[in-house]
């Protein structure tokens, strides 16, 4: 009986049902099948893994770790305790993505603030250019272990900032450190970088108004 | 059968639709290793072009636009067109021959998997004469240097890519039916010769990590061409996210370049040693343990991107792991061998720099390893040498030992045993003054991948370069052996070339006939 697959095999390589000694008596064609579709669906499974899978995951993890310096989502101010025991430089910083044109720098350079208490400072951003241009500001902090202790309740970036061409406008941003601000860190750096997203959008003169 | 495969006297015709046609094993391995060869003279092009250019500080020869090309072609040429193609070769000579079977299971889909591969890499290498030019990225191909900052040719980069990811997936497709359902009676899993162990555990890798890898060229070209955002923090995304999916596939990818290489070793030493190879099931185990590792060390690759202390704990601990399975397989080759009866043949002199020279670096891996370190080692030519002497002296040196031992069993001919120890020799010279002077330079902080470099560093470049144009020759006197072996060997007509070779393989005539164990060999 094994002589039949061999041969059955080298001469027809499209035989219909051999049967082999193995104790599952399959087809060797059957069988051969059965690992093709497997390992296809195993295939395309890890495909849709890296794609579908991966970067949700990745997200999930930065935000539960806050690593990356993504700042948070927009948060509801829960109390009102101040530490006034404590005080924490926080510096501003402002750059362009490299196809960016727009003037783009924090009103200030720095504020101190007490743990709790809420601060606005603001953001000056000018549209240089003759065109009605949408940007996105993206947020990152320094360090960022600390990211989870600094709460925005109000920002720009939560937003896209639509300007005609040669208006300019100031981008608020209201901010609140945590009390719970691990002891020892006594300064952070906040820093948006501003990209140009017109493209990306429908209709961006829709934006506008 | 009536009639054997086409040769020339058949006319060109009936010769080259042979070899496009193909359903045979034997015909489908020497295409490949044919292939993986050529592949291998033009990554080494490439690598003399990088050298020649770092002979001397300053720019001589070539743009820095274009040495950035180079660097990048080098890498991707050498691991997707000549070390994997040229394991799936041997794969496809050896492992019917070794487990009896007559053929692969799928021998169609063979055919397909070998001749989408010269498409792929005319496609890619085409991208140098392209306006623009090829990719200049790095082999990482790290986004946004890969999709916003890219030349515009990088698509057909992501294309060839998807095309090499399809050839990879079907070979090892082929490849596990094969070992799953082709086997001679009485081959058990636990008797299968080593070589088919490492290969079917690299064949799952594949089948597991290549989808990633095309996962990861497919964000890219949808960020590039579709205003998606997977990488570019402009629409929420993230660059580093591409490290982690790319090293997702790119930690498992060394393994299947290294595993098939533990396989050839596997198979030469206990040869030459005249002993069963030492710890055998041990050595499945270690195989499928590394296997297993290499999903969960990936993050090693870039302990510099910012990671909480307690990851790079982590990744630096799990990766040390690894060098437990590796130790118990380095151990068994020595065993094997201590009180062996040896002699030197080529292919023993590869095997035993193999082993060497991995080991070493696998030691230079550990260093790497450790997060604290790896901050001052990240990017330089430390790193550099480190796989180079895995890859190169790892993979190479044992393909280049699997070509010697096995190709009196292909071709019926003896190679010139002077010939092929001397091949050794400048092989072994050369590569190490090649690249262990380039473990000094990584120390002495020589970042990788820059055209040019300070004055500091000039006395050992130009000593790696020269150890570089000696290997680069030494691959020419291989080809020069093959060759000559083919057209002139002396004529062996022996089925056990080699005195203490075991295993299914030298149970057949040399030359091993078109068709093998068309009836399943007795297994005792």
């Known amino acids: 009986m094994d002589c039949s697959i061999a041969s059955a095999l080298s001469h027809l390589r499209n035989s219909t049902r051999v049967e082999i000694g193995e104790p599952k008596a399959m087809s060797v064609d059957a069988s051969n099948r059965r690992v093709v579709v497997k390992s296809l669906f195993g295939a395309a499974a890890m495909f849709a893994f890296a794609i579908f899978v991966l970067p949700p995951i990745y997200d999930l993890f930065c935000e539960i770790t806050g690593l990356g310096g993504k700042t948070g989502d927009e948060y509801t101010a829960v109390d009102v305790r101040v530490d006034t025991s404590r005080e924490v430089t926080v510096r501003f910083v402002a750059s362009n993505n490299a196809s960016m044109p727009w003037e783009f720098r924090p009103t200030k350079d720095k504020v101190v603030v007490h743990p709790g208490e809420p601060t606005e400072i603001t953001y000056f951003a000018r549209n240089t250019t003759g065109e009605d241009m949408v940007s996105q500001a993206i947020p990152s902090l320094v360090p960022n272990n600390v990211a989870d202790y600094f709460h925005k309740t109000e920002c720009f970036c939560f937003e896209n900032q639509p300007l005609a061409a040669g208006d300019q406008a100031d981008l608020k941003l209201v901010f609140i450190i945590d009390p719970d601000l691990p002891e020892g860190v006594t300064s952070l750096t906040l820093s948006y970088t501003i990209f140009d997203i017109t493209d990306r959008m429908a209709n961006p003169l829709a934006q506008l108004q | ?524």
């Not at chain 2, 050529?38 to 743009?63: D, T």
């Not at chain 2, 002199?349 to 020279?357: D, E, H, Q, T």
């Open chain 2, 1 to 524: 059968m009536a009639h054997g495969p086409a040769t020339l006297a058949d006319g060109w015709r009936a010769y080259i639709s042979r070899w496009v046609f193909t359903t045979n094993h034997k015909d489908i391995g020497t295409l490949y290793l044919w292939f993986s060869f050529s592949m291998f003279l033009l990554g080494g092009a490439f690598a003399m072009v990088i050298r020649a250019e770092l002979f001397q500080p300053g720019m001589q020869l070539i743009r820095p636009e274009f040495f950035n090309q180079m660097t990048t072609m080098h890498g991707l040429v050498m691991v997707f067109g000549a070390i994997m193609p040229a394991f799936v070769g041997l794969a496809n000579w050896m492992i019917p021959l070794m487990i009896g079977a007559p053929d692969m299971a799928l021998p169609r889909m063979n055919n397909l998997s070998f001749w989408i591969l010269p498409f792929a890499f005319a496609i890619l290498t085409s991208t140098l004469f392209m306006e623009g030019g090829g990719p200049n990225f790095g082999w990482t191909f790290y986004a946004p240097l890969s999709t916003t900052y890219a030349p515009e040719s990088v698509n057909f980069f992501i294309f060839a890519i998807h095309i090499m990811g399809a050839s990879s997936i079907m070979g090892s497709i082929n490849i596990i039916a094969t070992v799953m359902n082709m086997r001679a009676p009485g081959m058990t899993y636990m008797k299968m010769p080593l070589f088919v162990w490492t290969w079917v555990i690299t064949a799952f890798l594949l089948v597991a990590v290549m989808p990633v890898l095309a996962g990861a060229v497919t964000m890219m070209l949808m960020d590039i061409n579709f205003g998606t955002s997977f990488f570019d923090a402009a629409g929420g995304g993230d660059p580093v996210l591409f490290q982690h999916v790319f090293w997702f596939f790119g930690h498992p990818e060394v393994y299947i370049i290294i595993l098939p290489a533990f396989g050839v070793v596997s198979q030469i030493i206990p040869t030459f040693s005249r002993k069963p190879l030492f710890g055998y099931s041990s050595m499945v185990y270690a195989t499928a343990a590394i296997a297993f590792l290499s999903f969960i060390v990936w993050a090693h690759h870039m302990f510099t991107v910012g990671m909480p202390i307690a990851g790079e704990l982590y990744f630096m601990y799990a990766t040390m792991l690894i060098a437990v399975p590796t130790g118990v397989k380095v151990f068994n080759w020595i065993t094997t061998m201590y009180k062996g009866s040896l002699t030197f043949e080529t292919p023993m002199l590869f095997s035993i720099a193999f082993v060497i020279l991995f080991t070493f670096g696998g030691f230079t891996g550990l260093m790497l390893s450790i997060a604290a370190a790896d901050m001052q080692y990240h990017d330089t030519y430390f790193v550099v040498a480190h796989f180079h002497y895995v890859m190169v002296a790892g993979a190479v040196f044992s393909g280049t030992a699997a070509i010697y031992y096995w190709l009196p069993k292909w071709c019926g001919k003896m190679y010139n045993e002077t010939m092929g120890q001397v091949q050794f020799w400048v092989a072994f010279i050369g590569f190490n003054i090649a690249f262990m002077p380039q473990h000094f330079l990584g120390l002495a902080g020589m970042p990788r991948r820059y055209a040019d470099y300070g004055l500091q560093f000039a006395d050992w470049n130009m000593v790696s370069s020269i150890g570089a144009f000696i290997y680069g020759g030494a691959q020419l006197m291989l080809l020069y052996n093959v060759i000559m072996t083919i057209r002139n060997g002396k004529p062996t007509t022996e089925e056990k070339t080699w005195e203490g070779a075991e295993g299914l393989e030298w149970t057949v005539p040399s030359p091993a006939p078109y068709h093998t164990f068309a009836t399943p060999p007795e297994l005792k």
